[in-house]
């Protein structure tokens, strides 16, 4: 991508610390620093709180050196079209690499390491809690790796107070090979998915401890996968993801972790790291050797993954998708199909590429006469002082002897980048040309051709293709894509807009989506999500990355990476899904669903028969709640088009509407409705 928008006027500047590469004997290479600070745009409104125990182990910092550090930009990931059509935003792979990349480079260890392993036995831990050594004051075991216990500790004697530094972890080792590990520590490897030791402490006899930063939740074992430690199959991607990238990390840097396997994999409380990096070696010298040393390792860990997912050997019958991604990735690693690590993040997160959307079952509505009820409203917000948002609601109703395609609505919500040049005209440009196109595109195929070829089946039955639907989304967006960049290129300046559309022609409905707006579909009670938010943020979270887990890394929840303007070609999400009675859709912009959480969204979806009034009930909400940003809403009622009125209605209760309002008289007695609806003879109408 050309760069990375952010849709959020206001913004403060939030600096991703990183660590200053080094030569292979630990001096920084002062020529390849890095002097300019690079920035991440940050929105006003959003912080990302750190925990109240922070995870201190989190990429890029540059513990103890606070001067050796500089700042990396994040790059947007880049997004590619599967041969199906379908839009596959293959950044998993591309924003955890270049987050991970962030944290820094350090050069290769030159030394071999020795074997040492764990030869004696391990002194109890009573001789070893409450007891100080080198400034280190042991709490409680966390659990073992095969080269020794894992503890934590405080870095003093000093109790826990408001000034107490966070606790570490300390990695305790016989018969260590203090040389090989000494020189792994003054590398100064940091990565959240290693516990890879900053310090080491010598201790009485044949012991050392292996400073380590401590993850974020202290109270937490760290058990590994030999000993049975697991996680569920989509987290085991997660971590494929987030491990890939830190033995990536080793591998630039021209080391080899030399021990992966399920052996040197530990969870802990959720996630999984390597321990064992203080055995790490420099790779080969040759380009060559040290490209089969490091695929071996990479091959390595997508053969343990499986295990760290607990699967059985044999594959079962009804195993799921992510259970089936772990065993061709096991079946991959076998076969050393894995060239580098990077090759093995891509996979695990392709794998992890959202599932169909599974919707409440609905019946099939083909055929069955509709209506759509439509309202709208949109603020500025409280904060604001320009409404960048903009709406479109069309229904189109034509009640004949065809039901086919009756009736077309087109709904759709555009939120322009406030952060951007000319926002708002963004836009107003993405609303209307996608509404004008769709319009163009189809009053042909579900309006006219009933007309055009009366006697034709295939115009009057049915129901137009998903493919038609489809199409003229993709072309609406296509064009006003393309104005959009038409605008940047007059302004010399980038602009760009979210757009999210749903078409709904019958009892059919099809949605094209950009950005971090968003559309949601009520059925039976439950509300569903129907987009993914195309931020930068979202996507983060989705993959559970380590970065998210440092307290200095600061990332704009709006910071988006996909939206309409931001290149020459921005195919949609979409997807197809059915309407039926009784379903209530809802488009919105970021700045109502920002301040409304689901259950509010829900309530206000089912609480009013009138799509106006909760469309004006929510915008109020958003205001209520603290109404950062303009919010917009579009809602949907769809309900049930009865053919003819009346038979909605009994012969007695149309007597008793026709008496209360004067028609019949009281005392004629015998003037009133038979059982077919009709008055009888008694009745004159001259006299009604």
């Not at 991703?16 to 890095?34: C, F, K, L, V």
């Not at 974020?216 to 996680?231: E, H, M, P, R, W």
């Not at 960048?388 to 189109?396: E, S």
């Not at 980048?417 to 993405?430: L, W, Y």
Request: net charge negative; with cysteine; charged share 25%.
């Amino acid at each position: 991508m050309d760069d990375l928008h952010h849709d959020s006027k206001d913004a403060e500047t939030a600096t991703i610390p990183i660590e200053t590469p080094m030569d292979a004997s630990g001096d920084q290479d002062a020529g390849n620093a890095s002097e300019d600070a690079a920035t991440t745009p940050a929105s006003a409104e959003e912080s990302n709180d750190a925990p109240q125990q922070p995870d201190v182990q989190a990429v890029g910092e540059a513990v103890d050196q606070p001067g050796d550090q500089s700042d990396a930009d994040v790059p947007a990931p880049d997004v590619t079209r599967a041969q199906d059509g379908t839009v596959n935003t293959d950044a998993t792979a591309a924003v955890a690499s270049t987050a991970d990349e962030a944290a820094g480079a350090a050069a290769a260890a030159e030394a071999d390491a020795g074997d040492a392993g764990q030869t004696d036995e391990l002194p109890a831990m009573d001789g070893v809690v409450g007891k100080a050594a080198a400034d280190y004051s042991t709490i409680r075991e966390l659990g073992r790796d095969p080269w020794g216990r894992i503890l934590l500790a405080w870095r003093s004697d000093a109790p826990p107070g408001d000034d107490q530094e966070p606790p570490v972890v300390l990695l305790e080792r016989l018969a260590l090979d203090v040389d090989v590990a000494q020189q792994v520590v003054d590398l100064h490897l940091y990565h959240a998915r290693l516990l890879a030791p900053r310090a080491l402490v010598q201790r009485p006899g044949n012991v050392h401890w292996l400073v380590v930063e401590a993850p974020a939740t202290y109270d937490a074992a760290f058990v590994s996968v030999a000993d049975g430690g697991q996680l569920d199959e989509r987290s085991v991607l997660k971590a494929g993801v987030g491990l890939a990238n830190a033995l990536s990390y080793l591998h630039t840097n021209g080391v080899v972790h030399g021990n992966v396997g399920p052996d040197s994999m530990l969870v802990h409380d959720g996630r999984a790291y390597l321990t064992g990096v203080e055995r790490a070696v420099a790779a080969d010298s040759g380009e060559i050797e040290s490209a089969v040393q490091f695929s071996a390792e990479v091959n390595a860990l997508a053969k343990a993954l499986r295990q760290l997912a607990g699967l059985p050997d044999a594959p079962g019958t009804d195993e799921s998708a992510p259970a089936q991604a772990l065993r061709a990735i096991e079946d991959r690693g076998k076969a050393g199909g894995f060239a580098t690590a990077e090759d093995l993040a891509q996979e695990c997160g392709q794998a992890l590429q959202e599932p169909t959307l599974t919707l409440p079952a609905a019946e099939d509505a083909t055929g069955r006469a509709l209506k759509f009820e439509c309202g709208t409203a949109t603020t500025v917000g409280l904060l604001r002082t320009q409404n960048q948002d903009a709406l479109g609601c069309t229904v189109l109703q034509i009640r004949d002897d065809v039901v086919r395609d009756m009736p077309l609505g087109i709904f759709l919500v555009a939120d322009g980048m406030g952060g951007e040049a000319a926002g708002e005209v963004a836009s107003r440009i993405g609303a209307r040309i996608a509404m004008a196109e769709l319009v163009r595109q189809l009053l042909v195929p579900t309006v006219a051709m009933a007309a055009l070829d009366p006697l034709s089946p295939e115009h009057t039955t049915g129901s137009t293709s998903v493919a038609t639907l489809a199409q003229a989304l993709a072309i609406a967006v296509d064009a006003a894509n393309r104005q959009v960049r038409a605008l940047a290129a007059a302004l010399q300046e980038s602009t760009g807009t979210t757009l999210t559309v749903i078409v709904a022609a019958g009892g059919r409905a099809v949605l094209a989506h950009l950005g971090d707006s968003r559309a949601y579909l009520l059925r039976d009670g439950a509300l569903v999500q129907l987009t993914k938010d195309h931020s930068l943020l979202a996507r983060l979270e989705e993959l559970d990355h380590p970065l998210l887990n440092d307290p200095s890394f600061g990332m704009p929840r709006n910071y988006l990476y996909r939206s309409l303007g931001q290149e020459d070609e921005a195919p949609p999400d979409m997807m197809e899904f059915p309407v039926v009675p009784g379903d209530r859709m809802m488009l919105c912009s970021d700045g109502l669903w920002d301040e409304l959480d689901d259950a509010t969204i829900q309530r206000c979806l089912t609480s009013t028969d009138d799509p106006a009034e909760c469309a004006n009930h929510l915008v109020r909400l958003a205001n209520a709640a603290g109404g950062h940003d303009n919010s917009t809403a579009v809602v949907v009622f769809v309900e049930a088009q009865h053919e003819d009125p009346a038979n909605e209605i009994s012969p007695e209760e149309a007597d008793a509407i026709l008496r209360s309002s004067g028609a019949l008289d009281d005392d004629a007695g015998s003037d009133s409705l038979d059982d077919t609806g009709v008055m009888d003879d008694a009745f004159d109408m001259g006299q009604g």
